[in-house]
């Protein structure tokens, strides 16, 4: 009959069950267990996917937290059979959630490919020990421009120069305090000197510069204040996080409404990028379908920064000719040594809208509308996209087609950020 256990309930009740019960309950929530283990390898990473092994010549550390208690996971993680996606992409699809029951769509991104990072990584290691693996952190610390960053008390526009990318090519001293005031990778942050920066801190930051600043861009101009970017949620060794995105290229079959509200928002967003309250001005070296995505909302933004630079004219444009400047191992980070970049001479506001009319718009907005509003739309494409406009010629181009679009869009529930406040007004 096999044994019995007895034991008491709350001191009133003597309850005997029998022992071989007991043991199968106990194989099945060791069985149970030893499921869960094996979904939770199923997820399991090392830090060479991260970048973790590299760090602290990374992006930070701030969303590893939330990735390893899976509060941020990529999206295959909702299919529990299912691994890690490719080490070779550059971006994928995840989701966040702060109370581990509402989901929201995220992207989770590298600075640039797997192979350009594996490229720079030899090319430090060739560059310094004529070795193919090294510590890459240890190089880049006895660097000069590091050992320069390590006792400085501000980030100075020589403390950047020969850096790659666009965003630095025209360096403000107002710009690079809002860079160290705003950097959320730290946590004492608001001050426009470096004193609350470790030397990991700094190099986490330089290595970022270096390689590409969209990271930094989202986290120094937050949509929250009305900047058309996607919002910083963090980052875990060579790989950042922020809100998921549609890009344009997927809106080119779209219809005639969808179009004419997608091509307003872009007007009005290369307006706002050249005349804003902070007197910043943005400008586009290259544009195409991936530069500009929607939120599910239907509002647009900018869904990749990589190409863009900004001119601080609170002190006047800038006629200072970079392609003189010294560089170093971290000009070579991210491109072919020295840098390519524009002079900051040749950028004007006519820049942005030449570049929409070449790239973006004939895609959007071709072949959609009634003859006589296509012909319109047609010429004045044909105009703008040629390089010899004026800045004046750019911002009357802008705005007639504006006003011919203005009638084209629809106030409807497909337009949730204006809707439905566009049903009491004229936006």
Not at 115 to 131: E, N, V
Not at 160 to 180: A, E, T
Not at 214 to 226: C, K, N, R, T, V
Not at 397 to 423: G, H, M, T, V
Request: proline share 5%; aromatic share 12%.
């Amino acid at each position: 009959m096999g044994f019995w256990i007895c034991s008491s309930f709350f001191h009133q009740y003597h309850i005997c069950v029998p022992f071989l019960i007991i043991m199968m309950q106990r194989e099945s929530i060791d069985a149970a267990n030893s499921s869960v283990s094996k979904l939770k390898s199923s997820y399991d990473f090392g830090k060479s996917f991260l970048g973790l092994d590299k760090c602290n010549a990374c992006i930070g550390t701030s969303a590893c937290k939330k990735l390893f208690k899976e509060e941020i996971r990529f999206q295959s993680w909702l299919a529990p059979h299912l691994r890690l996606p490719s080490a070779d992409l550059q971006s994928y699809a995840g989701n966040h959630s702060d109370d581990g029951e509402t989901w929201r769509h995220v992207e989770i991104s590298r600075l640039s490919s797997k192979s350009q990072h594996d490229l720079a990584d030899k090319r430090i290691c060739g560059t310094f020990t004529k070795k193919k693996l090294c510590s890459i952190e240890r190089i880049l610390r006895k660097t000069e421009r590091f050992q320069k960053w390590m006792t400085a008390k501000r980030l100075t526009p020589d403390l950047v120069q020969g850096l790659p990318v666009q965003f630095l090519r025209c360096p403000s001293q107002r710009l690079l305090d809002r860079i160290i005031r705003r950097y959320t990778e730290v946590f004492d942050a608001g001050s426009v000197y470096m004193t609350h920066l470790t030397d990991r801190d700094k190099l986490r930051l330089l290595y970022t510069l270096s390689v590409n600043a969209h990271p930094i861009i989202l986290q120094i101009f937050p949509g929250a204040e009305g900047w058309p970017f996607p919002k910083y949620l963090g980052s875990c060794g060579r790989l950042f996080v922020s809100t998921s995105t549609q890009p344009l290229i997927s809106y080119n079959n779209s219809a005639p409404e969808i179009a004419a509200d997608l091509v307003y928002q872009l007007l009005q967003t290369i307006h706002h990028l050249s005349n804003n309250d902070l007197n910043y001005f943005f400008y586009f070296t290259q544009i195409d379908g991936g530069t500009f995505g929607t939120f599910s909302d239907g509002l647009l933004f900018i869904r990749d920064t990589s190409n863009l630079g900004i001119i601080d004219l609170q002190n006047g444009k800038p006629g200072r000719d970079r392609n003189t400047e010294e560089t170093d191992i971290f000009s070579c980070l991210s491109s072919d040594c020295p840098p390519r970049l524009s002079s900051c001479s040749d950028i004007s506001e006519r820049q942005n809208l030449i570049l929409l009319c070449k790239n973006l718009l004939p895609y959007l907005i071709s072949g959609k509308f009634p003859p006589s509003t296509q012909q319109e739309i047609d010429e004045f494409l044909g105009v703008c996209s040629h390089n010899l406009i004026t800045d004046l010629e750019a911002r009357k181009i802008s705005e007639k087609l504006l006003n011919i679009l203005r009638p084209w869009r629809a106030c409807d529930p497909r337009f949730a950020y204006r809707y439905p406040e566009c049903q009491y007004s004229s936006y």
